[in-house]
Structures are given as C-alpha cells and as structure tokens.
C-alpha cells in the first residue's frame, strides 16, 4: 500500500463497511423494541379487554341473580313496591296542594 490514493480507497470502503454493519445493528434493535413493544401493547389491551368482560359478566350475573331472586317471591316485592310507590304518589300530591296553597295565600 505505497499509493495513498489506494490507501484512502481502501480506507474509506472499510468505514463504509463498518458504519453499514452499525447501522444494520442498530436498526435490528430499534426494529426489535419496536416489535416488543407492540406485542407489551397488544398484550397489555387484551388484558384490559379480557377484564372489562370478566367485570361486565360478573355484573350481569349479579343483575341477574337479584332479578331471579326477587322474581321468586313476586308476591311480596311487588306488594311492597307497589306500596312505595303509592306512598311516594301521595307525597306528592300532598306537596303540590300545600305548594298551590302557599302560592295562592299572598304574605
């Protein structure tokens, strides 16, 4: 290698090699977290689905079971609600005759 200008060749295409080589490296690993990091976040979504299922279910079922359980004695509930609402009803009324009453009566 007595010519620089050989030299400088050859200089050159070894950079060239090994910035391509570090590059390529450093490439794979950005590819590579990438790749990983979508897999955390697809995982880390099925997850949240999978409880908001489970939590929806348990609801339902909950809802379900106090239906079927009030359902099984329709007798007294109904009776009860029933009753409820016609004391509410009344309330009601008996609040909008003492609200009239009062608007009419000038203070």
Not at 43 to 63: C, K, P, S
């Amino acid at each position: 290698m007595s010519n620089p200008l050989v030299q400088a060749f050859f200089v050159g295409r070894a950079v060239a090699e090994v910035l391509n080589e570090r590059l390529e490296v450093a490439l794979t690993d950005a590819l590579s977290d990438l790749g990983k990091f979508d897999a955390e976040a697809r995982e880390q979504l099925r997850q949240f689905t999978d409880e908001v299922i489970e939590r929806a279910n348990r609801a339902a079922e909950a809802a379900g079971s106090g239906t079927t359980t009030s359902s099984g004695q329709p007798g007294s509930e109904s009776v009860d609600l029933q009753a409820d609402i016609d004391e509410l009803r009344a309330e009601i009324a008996l609040l909008r005759t003492e609200l009239q009453r009062y608007r009419s009566n000038p203070v």
